[in-house]
């Protein structure tokens, strides 16, 4: 979520990700949403809520240093 606004940013969401597909590059795995804007925004514009399906990505587990290069 922007703490600015409140909104939902796609690109922080774990359903979300980049098609393949020059005409429609960005998607949400929640929604089944293929399009050319934010998935949150299709979904606003088809609910006139706001998505409600915002989950963070997780963070990957930091590596240990060491071993052969480290």
């Not at 429609?24 to 399906?53: D, I, M, Q, W």
Request: charged share 30%.
């Amino acid at each position: 979520m922007d703490e600015r606004t409140g909104r939902p940013e796609c690109h922080r969401c774990a359903a979300y990700f980049i098609t393949y597909d020059p005409r429609h590059p960005y998607g949400c795995r929640t929604f089944s949403v293929k399009s050319k804007l934010a998935p949150s925004l299709v979904v606003r514009n088809a609910s006139g809520e706001e998505c409600h399906a915002f989950e963070p990505k997780q963070k990957p587990p930091r590596r240990e240093r060491g071993g052969l290069y480290g």
